[in-house]
């Protein structure tokens, strides 16, 4: 064998080995920090498949359920609903509140004190995560919620001047 030919397959065999992965989803770890009233699965983290900057993975809120308030540290964290009809509060006391349905993102801040409720009596909540980082924060908190949150319609930034 020549060198070129040795240093093809070399590279070939490490390309199998620390390229592409594709992780099956029912072979999510739920061996994740958790937060009461959800079912947080990873699919995608160093552990898993060696990412370095993303943690990924997905959740399920049970009808009618709400999780705890809690936040991520230092995480930018991303949810996509992909089924069922989303809540978010947020805040200090969760004093605000936004709707988000199949199809639409979430984009949750740093250090945002947030909570997670299945807006639907009868219908699944199911979502996939990423985050910011390869590891898994989150951080359970003791908040009294305001009784009456105020709704936060989002307003693109980008377009917010411009007349339809």
């Known amino acids: 064998m020549h060198d070129q030919d040795v240093d093809a397959q070399s590279a070939a065999e490490r390309w199998k080995h620390d390229g592409v992965r594709v992780i099956p989803g029912n072979q999510l770890d739920p061996n994740v920090p958790s937060t009461p009233g959800m079912d947080r699965r990873a699919a995608i983290n160093f552990a898993r498949a060696g990412a ?18 809690h936040h991520h540290g230092h995480l930018e964290s991303i949810i996509y609903v ?12 969760l004093q605000f509140v936004a709707e988000a349905g ?9 250090y945002v004190p947030h909570q997670e409720i299945n807006a639907s009596a009868d219908e699944i909540l199911e979502c996939v995560l990423v985050r910011s980082d390869g590891e898994a924060i989150a951080i359970n908190l003791d908040i009294e919620p305001v009784e009456k949150p105020e709704a936060v319609l989002w307003v693109d ?6 007349k339809a």
């Open 102 to 110: 199949p199809g639409d993102f979430i984009f949750v801040p740093p």
């Open 82 to 93: 992909v089924r069922g009809k989303a809540r978010m509060r947020w805040g200090e006391r």
């Open 52 to 69: 370095q900057k993303l943690w990924a993975g997905t959740v399920t809120i049970k009808p009618d359920a709400k999780t705890g308030a």
């Open 157 to 162: 930034p980008i377009h917010r001047d411009q």
